[in-house]
């Protein structure tokens, strides 16, 4: 079993930076994709980005300006740095992981963009 957990989500003013954190636990041999969804209020989840186990970094074409996915394999963790806030990022952000072609979610963090 895989245990997902995402940190770092919070009240912001527009403009401003958050950064979020995810760790995957449990009986991991080896951890192939990790990435970032979110879903706004109504919409459906969507896809952030992913950063694969040999470090490529993929994002989705309106996340490329302000959002960065770092990865550290030696603790299982994925990293979304988020700049320049807006409040159309307004949203639960959650972490994805992919564990011999099972992909595992987190419950999801709120990250609210608002004045």
């Known amino acids: 079993q895989v245990s997902v957990v995402e940190s770092g989500g919070g009240l912001v003013q527009p403009g401003g930076s958050l950064r979020l954190s995810c760790t995957a636990s449990?009986?991991?041999?080896?951890?192939?994709?990790m990435g970032w969804y979110r879903q706004a209020p109504g919409k459906e989840r969507g896809l952030v980005g992913f950063?694969?186990?040999?470090?490529?970094?993929h994002y989705a074409d309106s996340m490329k300006c302000c959002f960065t996915i770092s990865r550290d394999n030696v603790k299982n963790m994925v990293y979304l740095q988020m700049n320049s806030l807006k409040p159309v990022d307004t949203a639960v952000y959650y972490c994805n992981v992919s564990v011999e072609s099972f992909r595992y979610w987190g419950q999801g963090t709120q990250v609210t963009v608002s004045s």
């Open positions: 449990g009986s991991i041999f080896s951890i192939d994709a």
């Open positions: 950063i694969t186990s040999g470090g490529e970094i």
